[in-house]
């Protein structure tokens, strides 16, 4: 079965820090990858996405991550964390070979950033 | 916002209800997908649906069922409501099929507790 590993459950930086999250994923096929963000109290948005070609994709806010297709990997990165950057990361790839997304996300990152 | 709008945003029902939760999809889409997020963990794909037809299902019992109305809104529906099944859950609504390169936009979600 498909599946997404996320390697850390709770990163505590301080402002100005450089980020990277670690997302494994175990699907056989073409894969599309994402990471999403949840502000607290808010939902899910797209934070970027990978479909094909280059693979350093970049994103909203300053974020940007790698497909590494020899490693399974997608891991998200950014130079210099803000504290409006608190928030749970997920990590997920497409599973839906036909229409619209089917996605499987990782356990989460739980991302705060001390002033 | 996203334009995807969940009803209720909080409830609680006692073990072995039913409950019903409700999603409006956003304007021009017709997908809606239905996800499971128990507390410290990623959302898990429930089932979609397309055009009013079930479009994929994840590992959820049949007690977990569905229905999309011509306005593309839809419902999720549980019998026989389980301690376990305490989670927020979040509806997605995309443009299908797009061979899942639509970007899915999630709602706020309806925490559901069961006691």
């Known amino acids: 079965a498909q599946s997404v590993s996320q390697h850390n459950h709770h990163v505590i930086l301080s402002e100005a820090a450089s980020l990277e999250l670690g997302c494994n994923y175990s699907?056989?096929?073409?894969?599309?990858l994402f990471w999403y963000v949840q502000y607290p109290g808010q939902h899910l948005q797209l934070l970027l996405k990978?479909?094909?070609?280059?693979?350093l994709v970049k994103g909203i806010k300053g974020f940007e991550a790698e497909f590494i297709k020899s490693k399974f990997s997608f891991n998200l990165r950014k130079p210099s964390v803000q504290w409006s950057d608190t928030a749970e990361y997920f990590c997920?790839?497409?599973?839906?070979?036909?229409?619209?997304?089917?996605?499987?996300f990782g356990q989460g990152t739980r991302l705060t950033i001390n002033p | 916002e996203t334009g995807v709008t969940q009803s209720p945003t909080h409830l609680i029902k006692t073990r072995g209800q039913q409950v019903t939760l409700r999603c409006s999809s956003q304007?021009?889409?017709?997908?809606v997908s239905w996800y499971q997020q128990a507390l410290g963990q990623g959302p898990q794909f429930i089932f979609q649906?397309?055009?009013?037809?079930?479009?994929g299902r994840g590992n959820f019992p049949p007690r977990f069922s569905g229905l999309q109305f011509p306005n593309y809104s839809s419902e999720l529906n549980v019998n026989a409501l389980e301690l376990d099944d305490s989670a927020l859950y979040l509806c997605?609504?995309?443009?299908?099929?797009?061979?899942?390169?639509?970007?899915?936009?999630f709602g706020q979600g309806t925490r559901l507790t069961v006691v």
């Open positions: 997920a790839v497409n599973v839906g070979s036909q229409g619209a997304q089917k996605l499987v």
């Open positions: 649906y397309y055009r009013e037809e079930e479009n």
């Open positions: 304007s021009g889409h017709n997908t």
């Open positions: 997605a609504s995309s443009l299908g099929p797009g061979q899942g390169r639509n970007e899915a936009f």
């Open positions: 699907y056989g096929g073409t894969v599309n």
């Open positions: 990978y479909f094909s070609g280059d693979p």
